[in-house]
């Protein structure tokens, strides 16, 4: 009912607005006085996550791009190998798996058949699981060896939303948890990124008080068939979030690749007008990654492509190479998938609602998918 969907038009839209609480929500709770982490449902003993050396993350559709972001993280903080499998592929390939594996299982419904077989797995191959989950006493998190919730409230829409930005947040706060058990992160680095995961929130409110150019273009691209999403580091997961919501909702035809693959094979698809969304990494830190992403831009305009440039605030090196500019708040390089990936899920949404689709029921999906 109208009542339900808190005067919003669908549950979308009412779940995106919601995302600066559900940001905080996580955070909420899990920080100490002094900016250490206090991850107490984390019920794995200190001594396992210590002597684990390898992570390895399974989940479907969305939460898997969670897991994906959430590598960097893992691997620049704690120094641990971390990979990233969709759990429908994970078990068949005999993976390698022991006392000394961490897994991480990534689901919104906690009910998700492929991931659960993935976990059991896992399990009797005797390594420890911890899952990271939306729904409380949910299939997933009962079986596995800790939980860490994620409080994003109930998630109703089909393509998930807020359930992701709370799974980056549990996945960040679980990366630097685990660099605080093990010493690779000493404590005043610890309280900088708290101090910069905190300001998330806001940070994505701001991101949605200015989509009203986001929500003009996405209608005005309502009879495309195409449209590609470009991302490095970070940004390629990102890319490919905004390429998997674009298919959800809208039925078209999107593809994300890394900025970096485009002159091995992906350049060829570029077309005149064809429209191309680049989320481009912050100027500030790794400015390799950025300047060239800025020449993958600038190459894809020379061959027509209409360029929707999603940048950080006062990054003014794409200004000339963007037909479309969308501005984000400036973030840390590994944060900024929680904002860069909210302009996408708007899109996506308009796009959808411009061809007609049903928004939170699109045609052929499940919310959770309990056979394998
Ligand atoms: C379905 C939904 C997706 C979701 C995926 C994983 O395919 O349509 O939106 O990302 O399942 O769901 P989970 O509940 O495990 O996060």
Not at 10 to 35: C, H, N, W
Not at 100 to 105: D, G, P
Not at 315 to 321: G, K, L
Request: charged content about 25%.
């Amino acid at each position: 009912s109208a009542a339900e969907k808190g005067g919003y038009d669908y549950f979308m839209l009412k779940e995106i607005a919601e995302q600066p609480k559900a940001v905080a929500d996580t955070l909420l709770g899990r920080i100490g006085a002094s900016g250490e982490l206090t991850l107490d449902e984390v019920r794995i003993p200190q001594s396992v996550l210590r002597e684990a050396d390898k992570v390895v993350i399974v989940a479907c559709g969305t939460a898997f791009h969670a897991g994906l972001i959430a590598k960097y993280a893992i691997e620049h903080w704690t120094r641990i190998p971390c990979e990233v499998e969709l759990a429908s592929e994970f078990r068949y390939r005999d993976p390698i798996l022991d006392p000394r594996t961490l897994v991480i299982a990534i689901s919104q419904s906690g009910e998700t058949m492929d991931t659960l077989m993935a976990l059991r797995h896992a399990r009797e191959q005797g390594a420890k699981v911890l899952a990271i989950c939306n729904t409380n006493g949910s299939t997933i998190p009962r079986e596995s060896d800790a939980v860490l919730y994620t409080h994003a409230g109930p998630e109703v829409a089909v393509a998930s939303t807020k359930a992701f930005l709370t799974q980056l947040v549990a996945c960040y706060l679980l990366a630097l948890y685990l660099g605080q058990v093990r010493g690779t992160k000493w404590a005043d680095e610890i309280r900088a990124v708290v101090r910069d995961l905190a300001q998330i929130s806001g940070q994505v409110e701001r991101v949605l008080e200015t989509m009203e150019p986001v929500r003009e273009l996405a209608r005005s691209l309502a009879d495309k068939n195409t449209v590609l999403f470009l991302g490095r580091h970070v940004g390629y997961p990102v890319a490919l979030e905004g390429a998997l919501k674009l298919k959800e909702l809208a039925y078209m035809h999107a593809e994300g690749f890394a900025a970096g693959e485009l002159k091995h094979g992906p350049i060829a698809l570029i077309d005149k007008d064809l429209p191309v969304v680049v989320v481009v990494p912050s100027p500030r830190g790794r400015s390799v990654l950025h300047d060239k992403i800025v020449s993958n831009i600038q190459e894809i305009r020379a061959r027509g492509a209409r360029t929707i440039v999603i940048a950080e605030e006062g990054d003014e090196a794409v200004v000339p190479y963007a037909d479309h500019l969308v501005r984000i708040p400036a973030t840390p390089t590994l944060l900024q998938p929680m904002v860069a990936a909210v302009p996408l899920q708007v899109f996506a949404c308009e796009l959808a609602t411009a061809r007609g689709n049903e928004v939170d029921q699109p045609r052929n999906l499940a919310k959770s998918v309990t056979v394998e």
